[in-house]
């Protein structure tokens, strides 16, 4: 594995973030030694003091990005993404039980490519190019689907080109949709691997284009620990949740170590963080195997990553579609079967549990028709 090497510059702001959040404060000026306030404060969405003193996050604005327009009218597409902020979060009445409630947190209500990974399209996006007024750059991505429908619609906002390059392992409907959102797509005949994400940095660097690689990009994990985490503990907040533990899945790791990060710093051991992959040797879209090369992960602690195979996966998109009426992804189902498997182990106390999940079932029409085809009478009404 070349890339995702271990950067120190990054341990030392997320020490700082970890105390920060920790504390929930900051003294100021910071005294020196003490690492990089500023960036961990910016990186948190907080205003850099300008008196001396002891000031909490809240003081300095920490929650006060998380603004939803009240009455549901946006200026432009881009606010409909971030001024529509927080997604839902809803108790799932078949999985919760007497004393343990789960709840589910519904990425898909991000409007682009209804997916959690509208927030780091976004964030990719400005972030690298906000001073980039050039109208005939190019972007280069790596993608399962999601990210590439993310940025596709970013470019279509801002007039630019999107060249985006996916792995055979990916269903033939990511090509139609890409294409329609105005993205040249490309495949590549291999899976989603360390070298793939060259072969693409290689390519941008040939043309003079710009590859926002969201397996190495430090917005997307910052854009969860902003945005993502923070809203879910304001959620969890506001209906005095006893929150035990949050089950998601790992792709880049971006979303779910953001959220470890912040709820152990805020909770610490009392909130338990699961990371959810393929089982070996197969493949479920949007998340993969840690061997396969995943950066932020080995930044955080998770207390354990949990296998689920593709089969699982769908049997739980079907549960959730026949219990409680929602199509969600496969990554969700994945997510949904490991929150099964680990209460079956014994895993679990009483308590709140959040799944994330992370996109809606449309785009995976093709793994659905061939379960039926394999496994199911179209007209049998329960699994
Ligand atoms: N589920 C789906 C459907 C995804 O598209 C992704 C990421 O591509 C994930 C899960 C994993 O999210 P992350 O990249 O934040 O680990």
Not at 37 to 58: K, Y
Not at 325 to 352: C, N, P, Y
Request: net charge neutral; hydrophobic share 40%.
């Amino acid at each position: 594995m070349r890339r995702f090497e271990y950067d120190q510059r990054l341990t030392e702001l997320l020490s700082v973030v970890t105390e920060l959040l920790r504390k929930g404060y900051v003294k100021w000026p910071p005294e020196a030694g003490e690492g990089p306030i500023e960036e961990a404060l910016r990186t948190l969405g907080c205003r850099i003091p300008r008196r001396e003193g002891l000031f909490t996050l809240e003081e300095l604005g920490f929650y006060e990005e998380i603004k939803p327009s009240p009455m549901r009218t946006f200026n432009d597409t881009e606010e409909l993404l971030y001024k529509n902020w927080p997604t839902p979060l809803v108790k799932l009445k078949s999985l919760s039980k007497g004393e343990t409630r789960v709840w589910a947190k519904l990425e898909f209500y991000n409007p682009f490519s209804m997916s959690v990974k509208d927030r780091i399209g976004w964030a990719m996006f400005n972030e690298c190019l906000s001073g980039n007024h050039n109208p005939s750059l190019v972007l280069y991505e790596a993608t399962s689907t999601n990210t590439g429908m993310a940025l596709a619609a970013m470019a279509a906002i801002r007039g630019l080109k999107v060249k985006l390059f996916l792995p055979s392992t990916i269903q033939k409907a990511s090509d139609v949709l890409l294409t329609i959102m105005g993205a040249e797509v490309y495949r590549k005949p291999k899976t989603l691997t360390v070298e793939f994400i060259d072969e693409v940095e290689e390519e941008a660097r040939r043309t003079g284009g710009v590859h926002l690689n969201q397996f190495e990009n430090d917005a997307n994990f910052k854009v969860h620990l902003r945005y993502t985490a923070k809203e879910l503990d304001l959620q969890v907040k506001s209906v005095q949740l006893k929150l035990k533990g949050i089950v998601g899945g790992l792709g880049t790791s971006g979303h779910m170590s953001a959220i470890s990060l912040y709820f152990k710093s805020r909770y610490g051991e009392h909130v338990k963080v699961y990371g959810v992959q393929p089982a070996q040797g197969t493949f479920i879209p949007g998340i993969r195997r840690i061997e396969t090369g995943v950066k932020w992960f080995h930044y955080v602690k998770f207390d354990k990553v949990v296998d689920v195979t593709p089969e699982e996966a769908v049997e739980h998109v079907l549960k959730i579609a026949r219990s409680e009426g929602i199509l969600i992804g496969l990554s969700s189902g994945a997510v949904t079967a490991a929150f099964e498997r680990l209460k079956e182990e014994g895993e679990l106390e009483e308590g709140d549990y959040v799944l994330m999940y992370p996109d809606h079932g449309f785009k995976y029409i093709e793994q659905f028709s061939k379960f039926i085809e394999e496994n199911l009478n179209p007209m049998t009404p329960n699994v």
